[in-house]
């Protein structure tokens, strides 16, 4: 029983994994692929992990587990501001189908201003 | 260490091993043909979610649980590999 559902796990993780890598493939701007890696990955590592906890009974197995799923969960979403502040302001080409950008003519200053 | 893995664990298995393959060769090919470099830096992102799903894989098929220690040092490391990147990104566009 335990491991049908780490097995579920498993499958379920490679797969979002693998629908990160085929929204990296096919959308068409810096920013769409950055919404496909960000969520879809995180969430396929946490799933993946969840699968080692449940085989593997033991602390230290948790205690990493956890560390690697809170690492993912609070540094995903900074990097990927980051990139995406950096991409927006050094006039990365943006894909067909935009609405609006509230960036826009706005993102001139120094380089510290993408830690902000 | 070593675990009976069961017949379903052991096809959820190679099943992770077949999709992240496909998703390395995938982020291969936006690597390639990537129009700008910022294309380039988010397939490193992928790569990195990839390898420690790969890793993950690897315990359960070997039962080494001591390669954890690497999914954390990745975590790590590539989120000090993209604030490097931005800030190179920026510094490139200034000069």
Known sequence: MIEWIAAILLISGSLFMLIAAIGVVRLSDVYMRMHAITKAASLGAILMLGAVSIIYVEWIVWIEALMVVLFVIFTAPIATHMIAKAAHKTGTPKGPGYVMDEMEGKDVGDSDAVMQ | ?95
């Not at chain 2, 017949?7 to 990537?34: D, E, N, P, Q, W």
């Not at chain 2, 979610?49 to 490391?77: H, K, R």
């Open chain 2, 1 to 95: 260490m070593e675990i009976q893995t069961s017949a379903v664990l052991t096809f959820a298995i190679y099943f992770s091993f077949f999709c992240l393959t496909i998703g390395l060769f995938m982020g291969m090919y936006r690597l390639l043909t990537g129009p700008s470099l910022p294309d380039r830096i988010v397939v490193m992102d992928l790569v990195a979610s990839l390898s420690i799903g790969l890793i993950i894989t690897y315990i359960l098929a070997t039962g080494q649980t001591v390669f954890l220690n690497v999914a954390v040092a990745i975590a790590l490391l590539v989120f000090m590999g993209n604030v490097a990147f931005a800030k190179f990104l920026i510094r490139r566009m200034e000069k």
